[in-house]
């Protein structure tokens, strides 16, 4: 992890089998889900939760069940680490 203010530049230097090559990056928030469904067979999904907070979308995951229901998914794998 690079920190720095967002909006800011940093310049990378990657050396890569003795070739050193520099590329310049701006600094932005980065974000990822806090779910992510996926399929494992035609019965189970596998339902992946990254972190729980106060802003964790329950509706969201809601919503994914009852389709997943619906698509006649019938069990559930919850991976919570």
């Keep these: 992890m690079i920190r720095g203010e967002i909006g800011s530049k940093v310049t990378l230097e990657i050396s890569r089998s003795g070739v050193t ?5 701006e600094r932005r928030k980065v974000s990822a889900p806090n779910i992510s469904l996926e399929s494992l067979d035609s019965q189970t999904l596998l339902v992946k939760i990254r972190m729980f907070s106060l802003d964790f979308p329950i509706e969201e995951l ?20």
């Design 62 to 81: 809601k919503k994914s069940l009852q389709v997943s229901i619906k698509e006649g998914k019938t069990r559930l794998v919850f991976d919570l680490r």
């Design 21 to 25: 090559t520099s590329k310049v990056l």
